[in-house]
C-alpha cells in the first residue's frame, strides 16, 4: 500500500475492490454512448479522470473486459460494479464516479455520447419522487426495508482494515 495520503476512496458494492486517487479527479462527465449504457447497465456512465501515477487498487484485482481492441473496461468480478475504463496507452483512467465513497463531490460538467442519449433523460428530475422510506410506506414494503438494513452486505463508504467484518456484524452494529 503506498504511504501518500489519498484525496478520496472507494471500491466496489461487495468491497472485493477498493481503490484510492492521490490527486483531485478532473474532467467529471457522462457518457451516454450505447457502449456505456451496455457496461454500466444505466442510461449513461457517470466517470471523472485520475492520471495512471495517481490511482492505486489499495484491495483484490479489478478485472477486465475489452469492449474494443483499445478499451479496457474494469470490474469487481465478484459483484460486478463498473469500477474503470482505460484507452490503452493512455496517461489516465476513467473512474466510475458512483463508486466513490463521496460521489456527490464529483459533480458532472459535461455530457458526451450525445448520439445515444435516451430521448426522455432530460425529464427525468421531474418525474414524481419518493424517497426509499416514504415509498416502503406508500406502497407496504417497511417490512422488506428493514430485513435490507439489517442484513446488508454492502461495503461501508470508507476503507476498512478487514471485509467482510470478522465478526459477522453489520456496519451499523459496531
Ligand atoms: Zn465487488
Ligand atoms: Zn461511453
Given at each position: 500500500m503506498s504511504k501518500?495520503?489519498?484525496?478520496?476512496?472507494?471500491?466496489?458494492?461487495?468491497?472485493?475492490?477498493?481503490?484510492?486517487?492521490?490527486a483531485e479527479p478532473y474532467n467529471h462527465h457522462i457518457c451516454h454512448c450505447r457502449m456505456c449504457q451496455k457496461a454500466f447497465g444505466g442510461f449513461f456512465a457517470p466517470l471523472v479522470n485520475v492520471k495512471n501515477e495517481d490511482f492505486e487498487v489499495t484491495r483484490g484485482t479489478i478485472a477486465t473486459f475489452h469492449s474494443s481492441r483499445d478499451?479496457?473496461?474494469?470490474?469487481?468480478?465478484?459483484?460486478?460494479?463498473?469500477?474503470?475504463?482505460?484507452?490503452?496507452?493512455?496517461?489516465?483512467?476513467?473512474v466510475s464516479i458512483g463508486s466513490f465513497d463521496?460521489?456527490?463531490?464529483?459533480?458532472?460538467?459535461?455530457?458526451?455520447g450525445m448520439e445515444s442519449r435516451m430521448p426522455w433523460f432530460a425529464e427525468l428530475a421531474g418525474l414524481p419522487a419518493d424517497t426509499t422510506q416514504s415509498a416502503g410506506e406508500k406502497d407496504g414494503f417497511l417490512d422488506e426495508l428493514?430485513?435490507?438494513?439489517?442484513?446488508?452486505?454492502?461495503?461501508?463508504?470508507?476503507?476498512?482494515e478487514t471485509w467482510p467484518p470478522a465478526d459477522g456484524t453489520q456496519e451499523d452494529e459496531r
Open positions: 501518500r495520503t489519498p484525496v478520496m476512496t472507494g471500491g466496489c458494492q461487495c468491497g472485493a475492490v477498493r481503490f484510492a486517487v492521490y478499451v479496457e473496461r474494469g470490474f469487481c468480478a465478484a459483484c460486478g460494479t463498473p469500477l474503470t475504463v482505460f484507452d490503452d496507452g493512455s496517461d489516465h483512467l476513467n463521496e460521489p456527490a463531490r464529483l459533480k458532472p460538467g459535461i455530457q458526451i428493514a430485513v435490507i438494513a439489517a442484513t446488508n452486505h454492502q461495503h461501508p463508504d470508507h476503507d476498512t
